[in-house]
């Protein structure tokens, strides 16, 4: 059989479980079965495969047809620009959330140069500390989670990108193991409201940790004990950048006007015009003011 029909029976198998994107996906995981990129695939769509080549695609074919989301049977993902190794382990990060980035992005370079100091809350498999630390050569990134099996993988995308001088990995709930205040904390936490849990795909809800998608009965569990928590742990001049359900935007400015009351905050829609994002600011800096919020003093250099 040659590579251009076993791509076809993969495409028509995939798509008559109601995946999209059949195609897609059936190539993804012939160029990973085969160790091939998409230039090689489609210069090689007459080349025939070996029996052992093709027991070994339609193995990844049938945990596709399982419902296992790619990224898990390749054990990759891409996330702004960068490769990520991803496991059942750990959420796969999702496009959405490059948002964040940008937007994390355009506050480090707006300030005053010096070493930022960036806090990643529920960091999963690293991807926003990675990111983050990498594009920005003068920040210090800490990635706390809960789970110490999702600091497993984030350690091994730190490593990957040689930052582990600059990405310190720490594991516990929310802000509490963070050593020192910081300029910006961002955070794409659970929000998936707990009975609304049973209905996901189940590319999700069978295969993406709990842990990474439970966000307790209004889906603000975790958002707003990180909102009450975030004013001793964030300097002046500082930033908040929380990632939101669709439709918890205006609960997340309740809950900010409720326990922060003078500080800044908007509501941002991604590309589609949907809720994405909270973006909160503490009060403006005073001028040579180096001190946080909490009293807390510039970290240890
Ligand atoms: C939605 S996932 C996001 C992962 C990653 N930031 C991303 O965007 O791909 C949420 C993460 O928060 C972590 N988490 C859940 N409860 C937490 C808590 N109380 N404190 C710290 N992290 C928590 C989960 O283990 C999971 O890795």
Same mark, same amino acid.
Request: proline letters at 5%; aromatic letters at 4%.
């Given at each position: ?152 993988? =984030?350690?091994?995308?730190?490593? $990957?990108?040689? /930052?582990? !001088?600059?990405?310190?990995? *720490?594991?516990? #709930?929310?802000? @509490? ?73 205006? =609960?997340?400015?309740?809950?900010? $006007?409720?326990? /922060?009351? !003078?500080?800044?905050?908007? *509501?941002?829609? #991604?590309?589609? @015009? ?28």
């Amino acid at each position: 059989m040659k590579i251009r029909d076993i791509l076809r029976a993969a495409q028509s198998s995939i798509a008559g479980r109601y995946i999209p994107d059949a195609r897609f996906e059936a190539e993804l995981l012939l160029m990973h079965s085969l160790g091939i990129n998409r230039v090689e695939l489609y210069t090689d769509l007459e080349r025939p495969l070996s029996g052992p080549e093709r027991s070994a695609y339609w193995h990844l074919v049938e945990r596709r047809l399982c419902h296992e989301p790619a990224a898990y049977i390749t054990g990759e993902v891409q996330f702004y620009g960068i490769d990520l190794r991803v496991d059942r382990r750990v959420l796969i990060p999702r496009p959405e959330t490059e948002m964040l980035v940008e937007m994390a992005l355009g506050f480090l370079s707006h300030r005053t140069p010096g070493k930022a100091l960036v806090a990643d809350i529920g960091t999963g498999s690293g991807a926003m500390a990675v990111a983050l630390a990498r594009l920005c050569p003068d920040a210090f990134v800490y990635g706390i989670d809960i789970s110490p099996m999702a600091l497993e993988v =984030a350690r091994l995308n730190v490593a $990957r990108y040689g /930052l582990q !001088d600059r990405v310190m990995l *720490v594991q516990g #709930d929310l802000l @509490g193991p963070l050593p020192q205040a910081v300029d910006l904390v961002v955070a794409n936490l659970p929000y998936v409201k707990q009975d609304e849990l049973s209905g996901l795909m189940p590319e999700v809800r069978v295969f993406e940790p709990e842990m990474a998608l439970n966000g307790g009965v209004d889906g603000l569990a975790l958002i707003g004990r990180l909102i009450s928590q975030v004013g001793k742990h964030l300097l002046l001049g500082g930033m908040l950048l929380l990632e939101i359900g669709h439709e918890h935007g205006e =609960a997340v400015v309740g809950l900010v $006007r409720n326990r /922060l009351s !003078d500080w800044n905050v908007k *509501v941002v829609r #991604d590309m589609a @015009g949907i809720n994405r994002m909270v973006v909160i600011e503490t009060v403006p800096v005073a001028a040579g003011s180096k001190v946080g919020t909490a009293g807390m003093n510039r970290p240890l250099e």
